[in-house]
């Protein structure tokens, strides 16, 4: 079992940044390729950013590429998303999962879950 948990969020006003971290337990947190996913009021979770086991590879979705920034630290076992330029569309709960083998961008690929926090973007 992997254990992880965000922190982070709170409210922003627009053009400003957050940074949020998962700090992961349980199980050797570089064995994980990681990702931040989200989730607004009304939509379906999509996909953010995602990093894989040593973090020398990054992923992200066109919304956030060059506002948003995904890295971690193994020492740490934490992952980290440096979120910038932000807009009221990036409202939403923030998740980071956790997945061993695949290095997706599709949730149905991560084992492993937080329980979310929430990013409010105001205009």
């Known amino acids: 079992q992997v254990q992880l948990v965000e922190s982070g969020g709170g409210l922003v006003q627009a053009g400003g940044s957050l940074r949020l971290s998962c700090a992961a337990s349980g199980r050797t947190f570089s064995d994980y390729a990681m990702g931040w996913f989200r989730q607004a009021p009304g939509k379906e979770r999509e996909f953010v950013a995602r990093i894989s086991w040593s973090g020398g590879y990054t992923y992200y979705a066109d919304s956030v590429k060059g506002r948003f920034t995904i890295s971690r630290d193994n020492a740490k076992n934490t992952m980290y998303l440096q979120m910038n330029s932000l807009k009221p569309e990036d409202t939403a709960i923030y998740y980071c999962?956790?997945?061993?083998?695949?290095?997706?961008?599709?949730?149905?690929?991560?084992?492993?879950w937080g329980q979310g926090t929430q990013v409010t973007v105001s205009s």
């Open positions: 999962a956790a997945d061993r083998v695949h290095f997706g961008s599709r949730s149905e690929e991560y084992d492993y």
